[in-house]
């Protein structure tokens, strides 16, 4: 019986060094975070940097990041350029080594994922600026101050999310090999399910295939890629080649403005897709010049917007865009 509470007073010392021992995550966005906690499941903690009812171009990088960066052992980031005016910032202000790009605890999401480029007349910068970023990325191809090639909104083409989930078990694997089991048998059931229902949203898509649409940014481009939706034009007229906190914004001037309206009119394209923090009255000005309906659709994962997880963003998703591509299609 004196050895009773001597085991007992061994146990409680155990329960900090156990509590400790689950791995912090943090990620740029809500639905690599939203992925990542399922991979983990209770042998990690998720922290995300911004929301996803914000715009992921423009977060204001606060000294707050700095408590969350400092605590984690993997930093999951969008990548391609996405994150280009604020996580180097927040990175500088951040004393933790662990997650610095480079090191094991800083993980590109990216990797594997099947990515578009960008066609180079999207693309708008000066000469100048085109010839310093194409020299310097032969001598360094992964400045982490040049937006690369490539759209980085691949997280919205689901099938993507495969290729997402398996780098962020390959990562956790690495940093905890004693949970590597747990993080596989997650990781198989986040994809089983996740190709279930591909299956099902790209047969709800498959009446729509061909339909012609306006994209406000080029954030559906995946989307309509996989789905065989006709981008016939944007709101904003090109993608910034380097981001910064000064060009997030890039609305059409007034020329731009009505070369958009007389192509949508000539195209009798009928909507418009956007997310919820682009501009509105913009969009309703063009809606109301061409007649044409507009979508704001989610982009991420958003307990904010009641979206919990991967797979309940895409289901409102599709189910959005169907209704409206079904109402622009029908006789008018």
């Known amino acids: 019986m004196r050895s009773l509470p001597l085991l007992l007073v061994g146990l409680i010392a155990l329960v900090p060094a156990w509590a400790e021992a689950s791995l912090s995550v943090v990620a740029t966005t809500e639905h690599y975070a939203a992925i990542a906690r399922v991979i983990g499941g209770d042998r990690i903690s998720v922290a995300y940097l911004a929301k996803g009812s914000q715009d992921p171009h423009a977060i204001l990088p606060r000294r707050s990041f700095s408590v969350p960066l400092n605590r984690a052992d993997l930093l999951v980031v969008n990548g391609q350029g996405l994150e280009t005016a604020w996580l180097a910032t927040a990175l500088t202000e ?6 610095q790009e480079g090191k094991p605890g800083y993980l590109d999401a990216s990797t594997g994922a099947t990515l578009i480029p960008y066609d180079p007349a999207e693309l708008k910068a000066a000469l100048l600026v085109r010839t310093l970023v194409a020299l310097q990325s032969l001598v360094i191809p992964k400045s982490p101050e040049v937006a690369a090639a490539n759209n980085h909104h691949y997280w919205l083409d689901p099938e993507n999310g495969i290729a997402i989930a398996k ?67 944007y709101v904003e007229p090109s993608e910034p080649l380097i981001l910064s906190v000064t060009n997030v914004s890039n609305p059409p001037d007034r020329d731009e403005k009505a070369a958009l309206i007389a192509k949508m009119t000539q195209s009798r394209v009928k909507l418009i897709v956007a997310e919820a923090y682009q501009d509105p009255a913009l969009l309703q000005e063009i809606a109301r010049a061409t007649g044409a309906s507009v979508l704001t659709l989610p982009s991420s994962v958003s307990q904010t917007d009641g979206v919990d997880d991967y797979f309940a963003l895409f289901d409102q998703l599709y189910r959005k865009l169907s209704q409206a591509l079904g109402a622009a299609r029908a006789p008018r």
């Not at 951040?94 to 997650?99: D, G, I, K, L």
């Not at 299956?199 to 012609?212: L, N």
């Open 167 to 233: 780098a962020i078990l390959d990562r956790l694997s690495l940093l905890d090999p004693s949970n590597a089991t747990l993080f596989q048998a997650n990781h198989d059931r986040f994809a089983a399910k996740l190709r279930e229902k591909l299956v099902e949203w790209d047969s709800q898509m498959k009446p729509f295939e061909g339909t012609e649409i306006v994209s406000y940014h080029r954030s559906w481009t995946y989307l309509a890629r996989r789905h065989g939706l006709r981008i016939v034009a």
């Open 94 to 99: 951040c004393t933790n080594n662990r997650v």
